[in-house]
């Protein structure tokens, strides 16, 4: 019997949580998040595994954009200009909460949930970002998932949290790490999950 998609999805997105969580409690580094488009899940789903409280310092769900601005610090003109749906915004958020909740890592998430299209841009379309400690280097990841909100909001989840592993686990230089700085790369999903 086939498993449902977003389960599936969901359940994959957990056992990366725990994997993240177990990478930075060996090193005694935290994370924290910034969440639009996935209004929370990413903090659910690390709070989720016993013991987050070692390595979750935790999250802003930044919704609307003038918090992505006021709270933040994503630059207005880059949101006048791009929307918040962009690969820098991505960035700026991340090392953002990263900033403000004093955290090793920052992680972020912004995109089309859907139904419908966001500044022109379609349902489906995401950015994960990841900020890292050592040199402040912050990759961001272009996603295009699709099926239904929940689908494309848990395909995000394991998404970003995906991008954290890599960060964590993959050396510096690899070319299959999930992004490099400044460099968007992009994934085709089908309903909500990210292929390999």
């Known amino acids: ?9 969901e359940s994959r997105g957990s056992l990366t949580a725990r994997q993240v969580l177990q990478l930075l409690a060996e090193r005694g580094q935290t994370v924290a998040v910034a969440e639009s488009l996935t ?17 979750f310092r935790g999250s802003v769900t930044a919704y609307a954009t003038e918090v ?10 880059l949101l006048a200009e791009r929307g918040a749906v962009d690969a820098e915004v991505a960035r700026q958020l991340a090392a953002g909460v990263r900033a403000l909740l004093r955290a090793d890592w920052g992680l972020a998430t912004t995109g089309v949930a ?6 022109g841009k379609p349902a489906g379309t995401v950015y994960v970002a990841v900020s890292g400690p ?4 912050v990759v961001a990841q272009r996603l295009s998932l699709h099926g239904d909100r929940a689908a494309i909001r ?3 989840v394991r998404a970003v949290l995906t991008l954290l592993r890599n960060e964590l686990v993959l050396p510096v230089g690899r070319a299959d790490r999930g992004a490099e700085e400044g460099q968007d790369t ?3 999903g089908g309903d909500g999950c990210l292929q390999p």
């Open 154 to 156: 848990t395909g995000s």
């Open 134 to 137: 050592a040199t402040g280097k």
């Open 186 to 188: 992009e994934q085709d």
């Open 114 to 119: 859907g139904p419908g299209e966001q500044d």
């Open 39 to 55: 209004g929370g899940l990413v903090a659910a789903t690390l709070t989720d595994v016993p013991g987050a409280s070692r390595a």
């Open 68 to 77: 992505k601005r006021t709270v933040l610090g994503v630059d207005g003109g």
């Open 1 to 9: 019997m086939r498993g449902n998609a977003a389960g599936d999805t």
